[in-house]
Nanobody, 113 residues
Framework: QVQLVESGGGLVQPGGSLGLSCAAS????????MSWYRQAPGKERELVAD??????VYADSVKGRFTISRDNAKSTVYLQMNSLKPEDTAVYYC????????WGQGTQVTVSS
């Protein structure tokens, strides 16, 4: 059974930092491209960051502030978020893709004073 379980979300003040984790199981993690997406209220889900064997890709809005990484031995992908802004408020989802695509259930990140 495939599972992607995000954790680490919460409430943080503007300028603060937060780290998200996504623990995967049920598939060969190392073979899959892993991504973080987010969806704010009333908006479409958007790509935040992506990591494959070829490297990393970031949305322009998070470049220089967010870092995606993965630990294949732990089947986990991470998203370190620094210098957070109110516009980063969203539900954050991790996604695994190869031939099939799997999504986690999401974790809420709220940036507010």
């Amino acid at each position: 059974q495939v599972q992607l379980v995000e954790s680490g979300g919460g409430l943080v003040q503007p300028g603060g930092s937060l780290g998200l984790s996504c623990a995967a199981s049920g598939f060969t993690f190392s073979r899959y491209a892993m991504s973080w997406y987010r969806q704010a209220p009333g908006k479409e889900r958007e790509l935040v960051a992506d990591i494959t064997s070829a490297g990393t890709v970031y949305a322009d809005s998070v470049k220089g502030r967010f870092t995606i990484s993965r630990d294949n031995a732990k089947s986990t992908v991470y998203l370190q978020m620094n210098s957070l802004k109110p516009e980063d408020t969203a539900v954050y989802y991790c996604k695994a893709r190869l031939i099939r695509t799997y999504w986690g259930q999401g974790t809420q990140v709220t940036v507010s004073s």
